[in-house]
C-alpha cells in the first residue's frame, strides 16, 4: 500500500470507497472497486500498490491522484451510446466529414477513430505535441495521474502522433478526456473532444490545389531563409501557410454551417490565440443570441509534431480540438453539464430517434430548487488549492453539486492564518433534495477538510 501525505491528497476520501447515492428518503453507499481508503488518523489518501482499470494492472506512486469517482466513468463511452447527445453529435460529425472524397483511394478522405482507451502516457499526452516540461498543464493540480509516468489523457491530442505514424493524413479522433476542473454547470471533469487533423505534401497542396494559379512548381512548402514570426514557423513559406490556413478555416466554418443550419447567418470571428502544439493558432467563436461562445482551438501544426511522427520535411498540415459538450449544450439547449450522465429515461427519451440530424430542443421535465450553503476555514500558512477542494467536494456530494465559488479569501495579520469561504450549490437533477440530506453532506466536507487539510472551520 502506498501512503499519500496530505500535500498530495487529491480529495480521494473515504466517500470515494462509499460514494453517496441518495433518494428522497435514505443515503446508501456501495464499495469502491478500486480499494482506494482514507486513514483519518495519518490524514492521508491510501491507495492500493496498483490500481485495476479494464482489467489491467498499474502501479501506484506518489504522483497518483486519480480517485474512484473519476475512474468509474471509465469505458462509458456516452458518445458511443445509441440515443444519447453525443451520439447523435458524433454521427453528425461523421456525416459530415466523409462527405470529403478522396477520388485517389475511392473512399472519404477522413478516418474517424472513436474507440481509443483514454489511460496514456506523459509521452503521448505531452512530449509527443511538444508540450515543454514546465508547462502549467503537466501539473497534478490540471491532470488525473495514475502514476508518474501514466495518466487519463487530458485531450485527444495524445493520439495524434500514433494516428500519423500509422500511415494516416486526414482523420477525427474522438474519446473521453479527464480534467481537473472548477465545478459549475458548464464544467465536469469529463468530458468529450474530437481531434482533427489533415496534412498536405507538395502535390496536394499547390498542384492539386484548384485555387491556386500560375507556375506551381516553383512553389514549396519549405524555404532555406524562413524565420518564425506572428504569421508562420521557421522554415515554413508564407504561402504554404496561407493556404493551409485557408484549408482549415473553410473546413470549420463549413463543418458549423452544418451543425447549426437554421441559423440565417452564423456570425462567427476568428480569434489570435496560443497552444504549445501549433502555429499560427485561433479560437473559433461564433454568435448565438447576442453572445459569443467559443466553440474550438485550431491551427499550423508544430513541424517537431510531425517530425515526432516520423515525417520528414514534406509535409505540413493543421490540427482543431473541439469538445463535443459544448457544442451538444448549444445545439440541443441542455443547460447543465451533468444531464449528459444522466440515466434518466424523461432526459434520454427526448433524444430517442434514428435521424442525428433531427432539431430537438431539450425540455426540463421539472425544475428543483436549488440549496446553497457557505463553507468558511482557517488555514495555516498554506493555501488550499481549489482543485483540491473541488475534488473533495465532487467526491463526497457527487452530482449533487452545481457549484463551488471561491466567495471570499484574506489572511489575518493578527492570527497568522489565512481564511478562504467557498459558495456550495446543491441541486438534484431528477428531485427536490431535503435539508436534513444537504445538513448531512455539508457536514461530512465539513468533517473532511478538518481531516485532509486540517483547517478550522469558522
Given at each position: 500500500?502506498?501512503?499519500?501525505?496530505?500535500f498530495?491528497?487529491r480529495s480521494?476520501?473515504?466517500?470515494?470507497?462509499?460514494?453517496?447515492r441518495?433518494?428522497?428518503?435514505?443515503t446508501?453507499?456501495?464499495?469502491?472497486?478500486?480499494?482506494i481508503?482514507y486513514d483519518?488518523?495519518?490524514?492521508?489518501?491510501?491507495y492500493?500498490?496498483?490500481?485495476?482499470?479494464q482489467n489491467?494492472?498499474?502501479?501506484?506512486d506518489?504522483?497518483?491522484?486519480v480517485?474512484?469517482h473519476?475512474?468509474?466513468?471509465?469505458?462509458?463511452?456516452?458518445?458511443?451510446q445509441?440515443?444519447?447527445?453525443?451520439?447523435?453529435l458524433?454521427?453528425?460529425?461523421?456525416?459530415?466529414?466523409?462527405?470529403?472524397?478522396?477520388?485517389?483511394?475511392?473512399?472519404?478522405?477522413?478516418?474517424?477513430?472513436?474507440?481509443?482507451?483514454p489511460?496514456?502516457?506523459?509521452e503521448?499526452?505531452?512530449?509527443?505535441i511538444?508540450?515543454p516540461?514546465?508547462?502549467?498543464?503537466?501539473?497534478?493540480?490540471?491532470?488525473?495521474?495514475?502514476?508518474?509516468?501514466?495518466?487519463?489523457?487530458?485531450?485527444?491530442?495524445?493520439?495524434?502522433v500514433?494516428?500519423?505514424?500509422?500511415?494516416?493524413?486526414a482523420f477525427?479522433?474522438?474519446?473521453d478526456?479527464?480534467?481537473?476542473?472548477s465545478?459549475?454547470?458548464?464544467?465536469?471533469?469529463?468530458?468529450h473532444?474530437?481531434?482533427?487533423?489533415?496534412?498536405f505534401?507538395?502535390?496536394?497542396?499547390?498542384?492539386?490545389?484548384r485555387?491556386?494559379?500560375?507556375?506551381?512548381?516553383y512553389?514549396?512548402?519549405?524555404?532555406?531563409?524562413?524565420?518564425?514570426?506572428?504569421?508562420?514557423?521557421?522554415g515554413?513559406?508564407?504561402?504554404?501557410?496561407?493556404?493551409?490556413?485557408?484549408?482549415?478555416k473553410?473546413?470549420?466554418?463549413?463543418?458549423?454551417?452544418?451543425?447549426?443550419?437554421?441559423?440565417?447567418?452564423?456570425?462567427?470571428?476568428?480569434v489570435?490565440?496560443?497552444?504549445?502544439?501549433?502555429?499560427?493558432s485561433?479560437?473559433?467563436?461564433?454568435e448565438?443570441d447576442g453572445?459569443?461562445?467559443?466553440?474550438?482551438?485550431?491551427?499550423i501544426?508544430?513541424?517537431?509534431?510531425?517530425?515526432?511522427?516520423?515525417?520528414s520535411k514534406?509535409?505540413?498540415g493543421?490540427?482543431?480540438?473541439?469538445?463535443?459538450?459544448?457544442?451538444?449544450m448549444?445545439m440541443?439547449g441542455?443547460?447543465?453539464i451533468?444531464?449528459?450522465?444522466?440515466?434518466?429515461?424523461?432526459?434520454?427519451?427526448?433524444?430517442a430517434?434514428?435521424?442525428?440530424?433531427?432539431a430537438?430542443r431539450?425540455?426540463?421535465?421539472?425544475?428543483?430548487?436549488?440549496?446553497?450553503?457557505?463553507?468558511?476555514?482557517?488555514?495555516?500558512k498554506?493555501?488550499i488549492?481549489?482543485?483540491?477542494?473541488?475534488?473533495?467536494?465532487?467526491?463526497?456530494g457527487?452530482d449533487?453539486?452545481e457549484?463551488?465559488?471561491?466567495?471570499?479569501?484574506?489572511?489575518?495579520?493578527k492570527?497568522q492564518?489565512?481564511?478562504?469561504?467557498?459558495r456550495i450549490?446543491?441541486?438534484?437533477?431528477?428531485?427536490?433534495?431535503?435539508?436534513?440530506?444537504?445538513?448531512?453532506?455539508?457536514?461530512?466536507?465539513?468533517?473532511?477538510?478538518?481531516?485532509?487539510?486540517?483547517?478550522?472551520?469558522?
Amino acid at each position: 500500500m502506498i501512503v499519500l501525505k496530505r500535500f498530495y491528497t487529491r480529495s480521494i476520501l473515504r466517500h470515494i470507497r462509499y460514494p453517496y447515492r441518495t433518494n428522497a428518503t435514505t443515503t446508501q453507499r456501495k464499495p469502491d472497486p478500486f480499494n482506494i481508503e482514507y486513514d483519518p488518523i495519518k490524514q492521508a489518501v491510501i491507495y492500493p500498490s496498483e490500481l485495476i482499470i479494464q482489467n489491467k494492472k498499474y502501479p501506484t506512486d506518489s504522483w497518483t491522484n486519480v480517485n474512484g469517482h473519476i475512474l468509474s466513468r471509465i469505458g462509458q463511452n456516452l458518445h458511443q451510446q445509441k440515443n444519447h447527445p453525443l451520439y447523435h453529435l458524433t454521427n453528425r460529425l461523421r456525416q459530415h466529414f466523409y462527405q470529403y472524397y478522396d477520388p485517389r483511394k475511392l473512399s472519404p478522405k477522413f478516418s474517424i477513430i472513436d474507440d481509443l482507451r483514454p489511460i496514456v502516457t506523459t509521452e503521448q499526452n505531452f512530449d509527443s505535441i511538444c508540450i515543454p516540461a514546465d508547462h502549467v498543464s503537466r501539473t497534478k493540480t490540471m491532470n488525473y495521474y495514475i502514476n508518474k509516468s501514466t495518466l487519463l489523457r487530458a485531450h485527444t491530442s495524445a493520439h495524434q502522433v500514433d494516428l500519423i505514424r500509422s500511415g494516416l493524413n486526414a482523420f477525427l479522433c474522438i474519446g473521453d478526456v479527464y480534467r481537473r476542473d472548477s465545478i459549475d454547470p458548464t464544467h465536469y471533469p469529463v468530458f468529450h473532444q474530437c481531434e482533427g487533423v489533415q496534412l498536405f505534401n507538395k502535390e496536394e497542396l499547390f498542384i492539386e490545389n484548384r485555387n491556386v494559379r500560375g507556375d506551381k512548381d516553383y512553389l514549396q512548402i519549405f524555404g532555406s531563409n524562413e524565420h518564425r514570426d506572428a504569421t508562420k514557423q521557421e522554415g515554413h513559406t508564407l504561402e504554404a501557410v496561407k493556404l493551409v490556413e485557408a484549408s482549415l478555416k473553410k473546413t470549420i466554418t463549413d463543418l458549423f454551417k452544418n451543425l447549426f443550419p437554421n441559423a440565417a447567418t452564423l456570425n462567427s470571428r476568428w480569434v489570435d490565440a496560443t497552444f504549445p502544439f501549433t502555429h499560427p493558432s485561433w479560437e473559433y467563436e461564433i454568435e448565438i443570441d447576442g453572445k459569443w461562445y467559443e466553440l474550438l482551438g485550431c491551427g499550423i501544426m508544430e513541424h517537431s509534431v510531425l517530425e515526432n511522427s516520423g515525417l520528414s520535411k514534406d509535409h505540413i498540415g493543421w490540427a482543431f480540438g473541439l469538445g463535443l459538450e459544448r457544442i451538444a449544450m448549444i445545439m440541443y439547449g441542455i443547460p447543465d453539464i451533468r444531464l449528459f450522465w444522466s440515466n434518466d429515461s424523461g432526459f434520454l427519451s427526448q433524444f430517442a430517434f434514428d435521424d442525428s440530424t433531427r432539431a430537438v430542443r431539450y425540455k426540463p421535465i421539472s425544475v428543483y430548487p436549488q440549496c446553497i450553503n457557505d463553507l468558511s476555514m482557517w488555514m495555516g500558512k498554506t493555501i488550499i488549492d481549489p482543485s483540491d477542494f473541488h475534488d473533495l467536494v465532487r467526491a463526497i456530494g457527487g452530482d449533487l453539486i452545481e457549484q463551488v465559488v471561491l466567495i471570499d479569501e484574506f489572511y489575518s495579520a493578527k492570527k497568522q492564518r489565512h481564511s478562504q469561504t467557498y459558495r456550495i450549490i446543491y441541486r438534484s437533477m431528477d428531485r427536490t433534495l431535503t435539508k436534513e440530506e444537504i445538513n448531512m453532506v455539508h457536514k461530512d466536507i465539513e468533517s473532511h477538510c478538518k481531516q485532509q487539510f486540517g483547517v478550522e472551520i469558522r
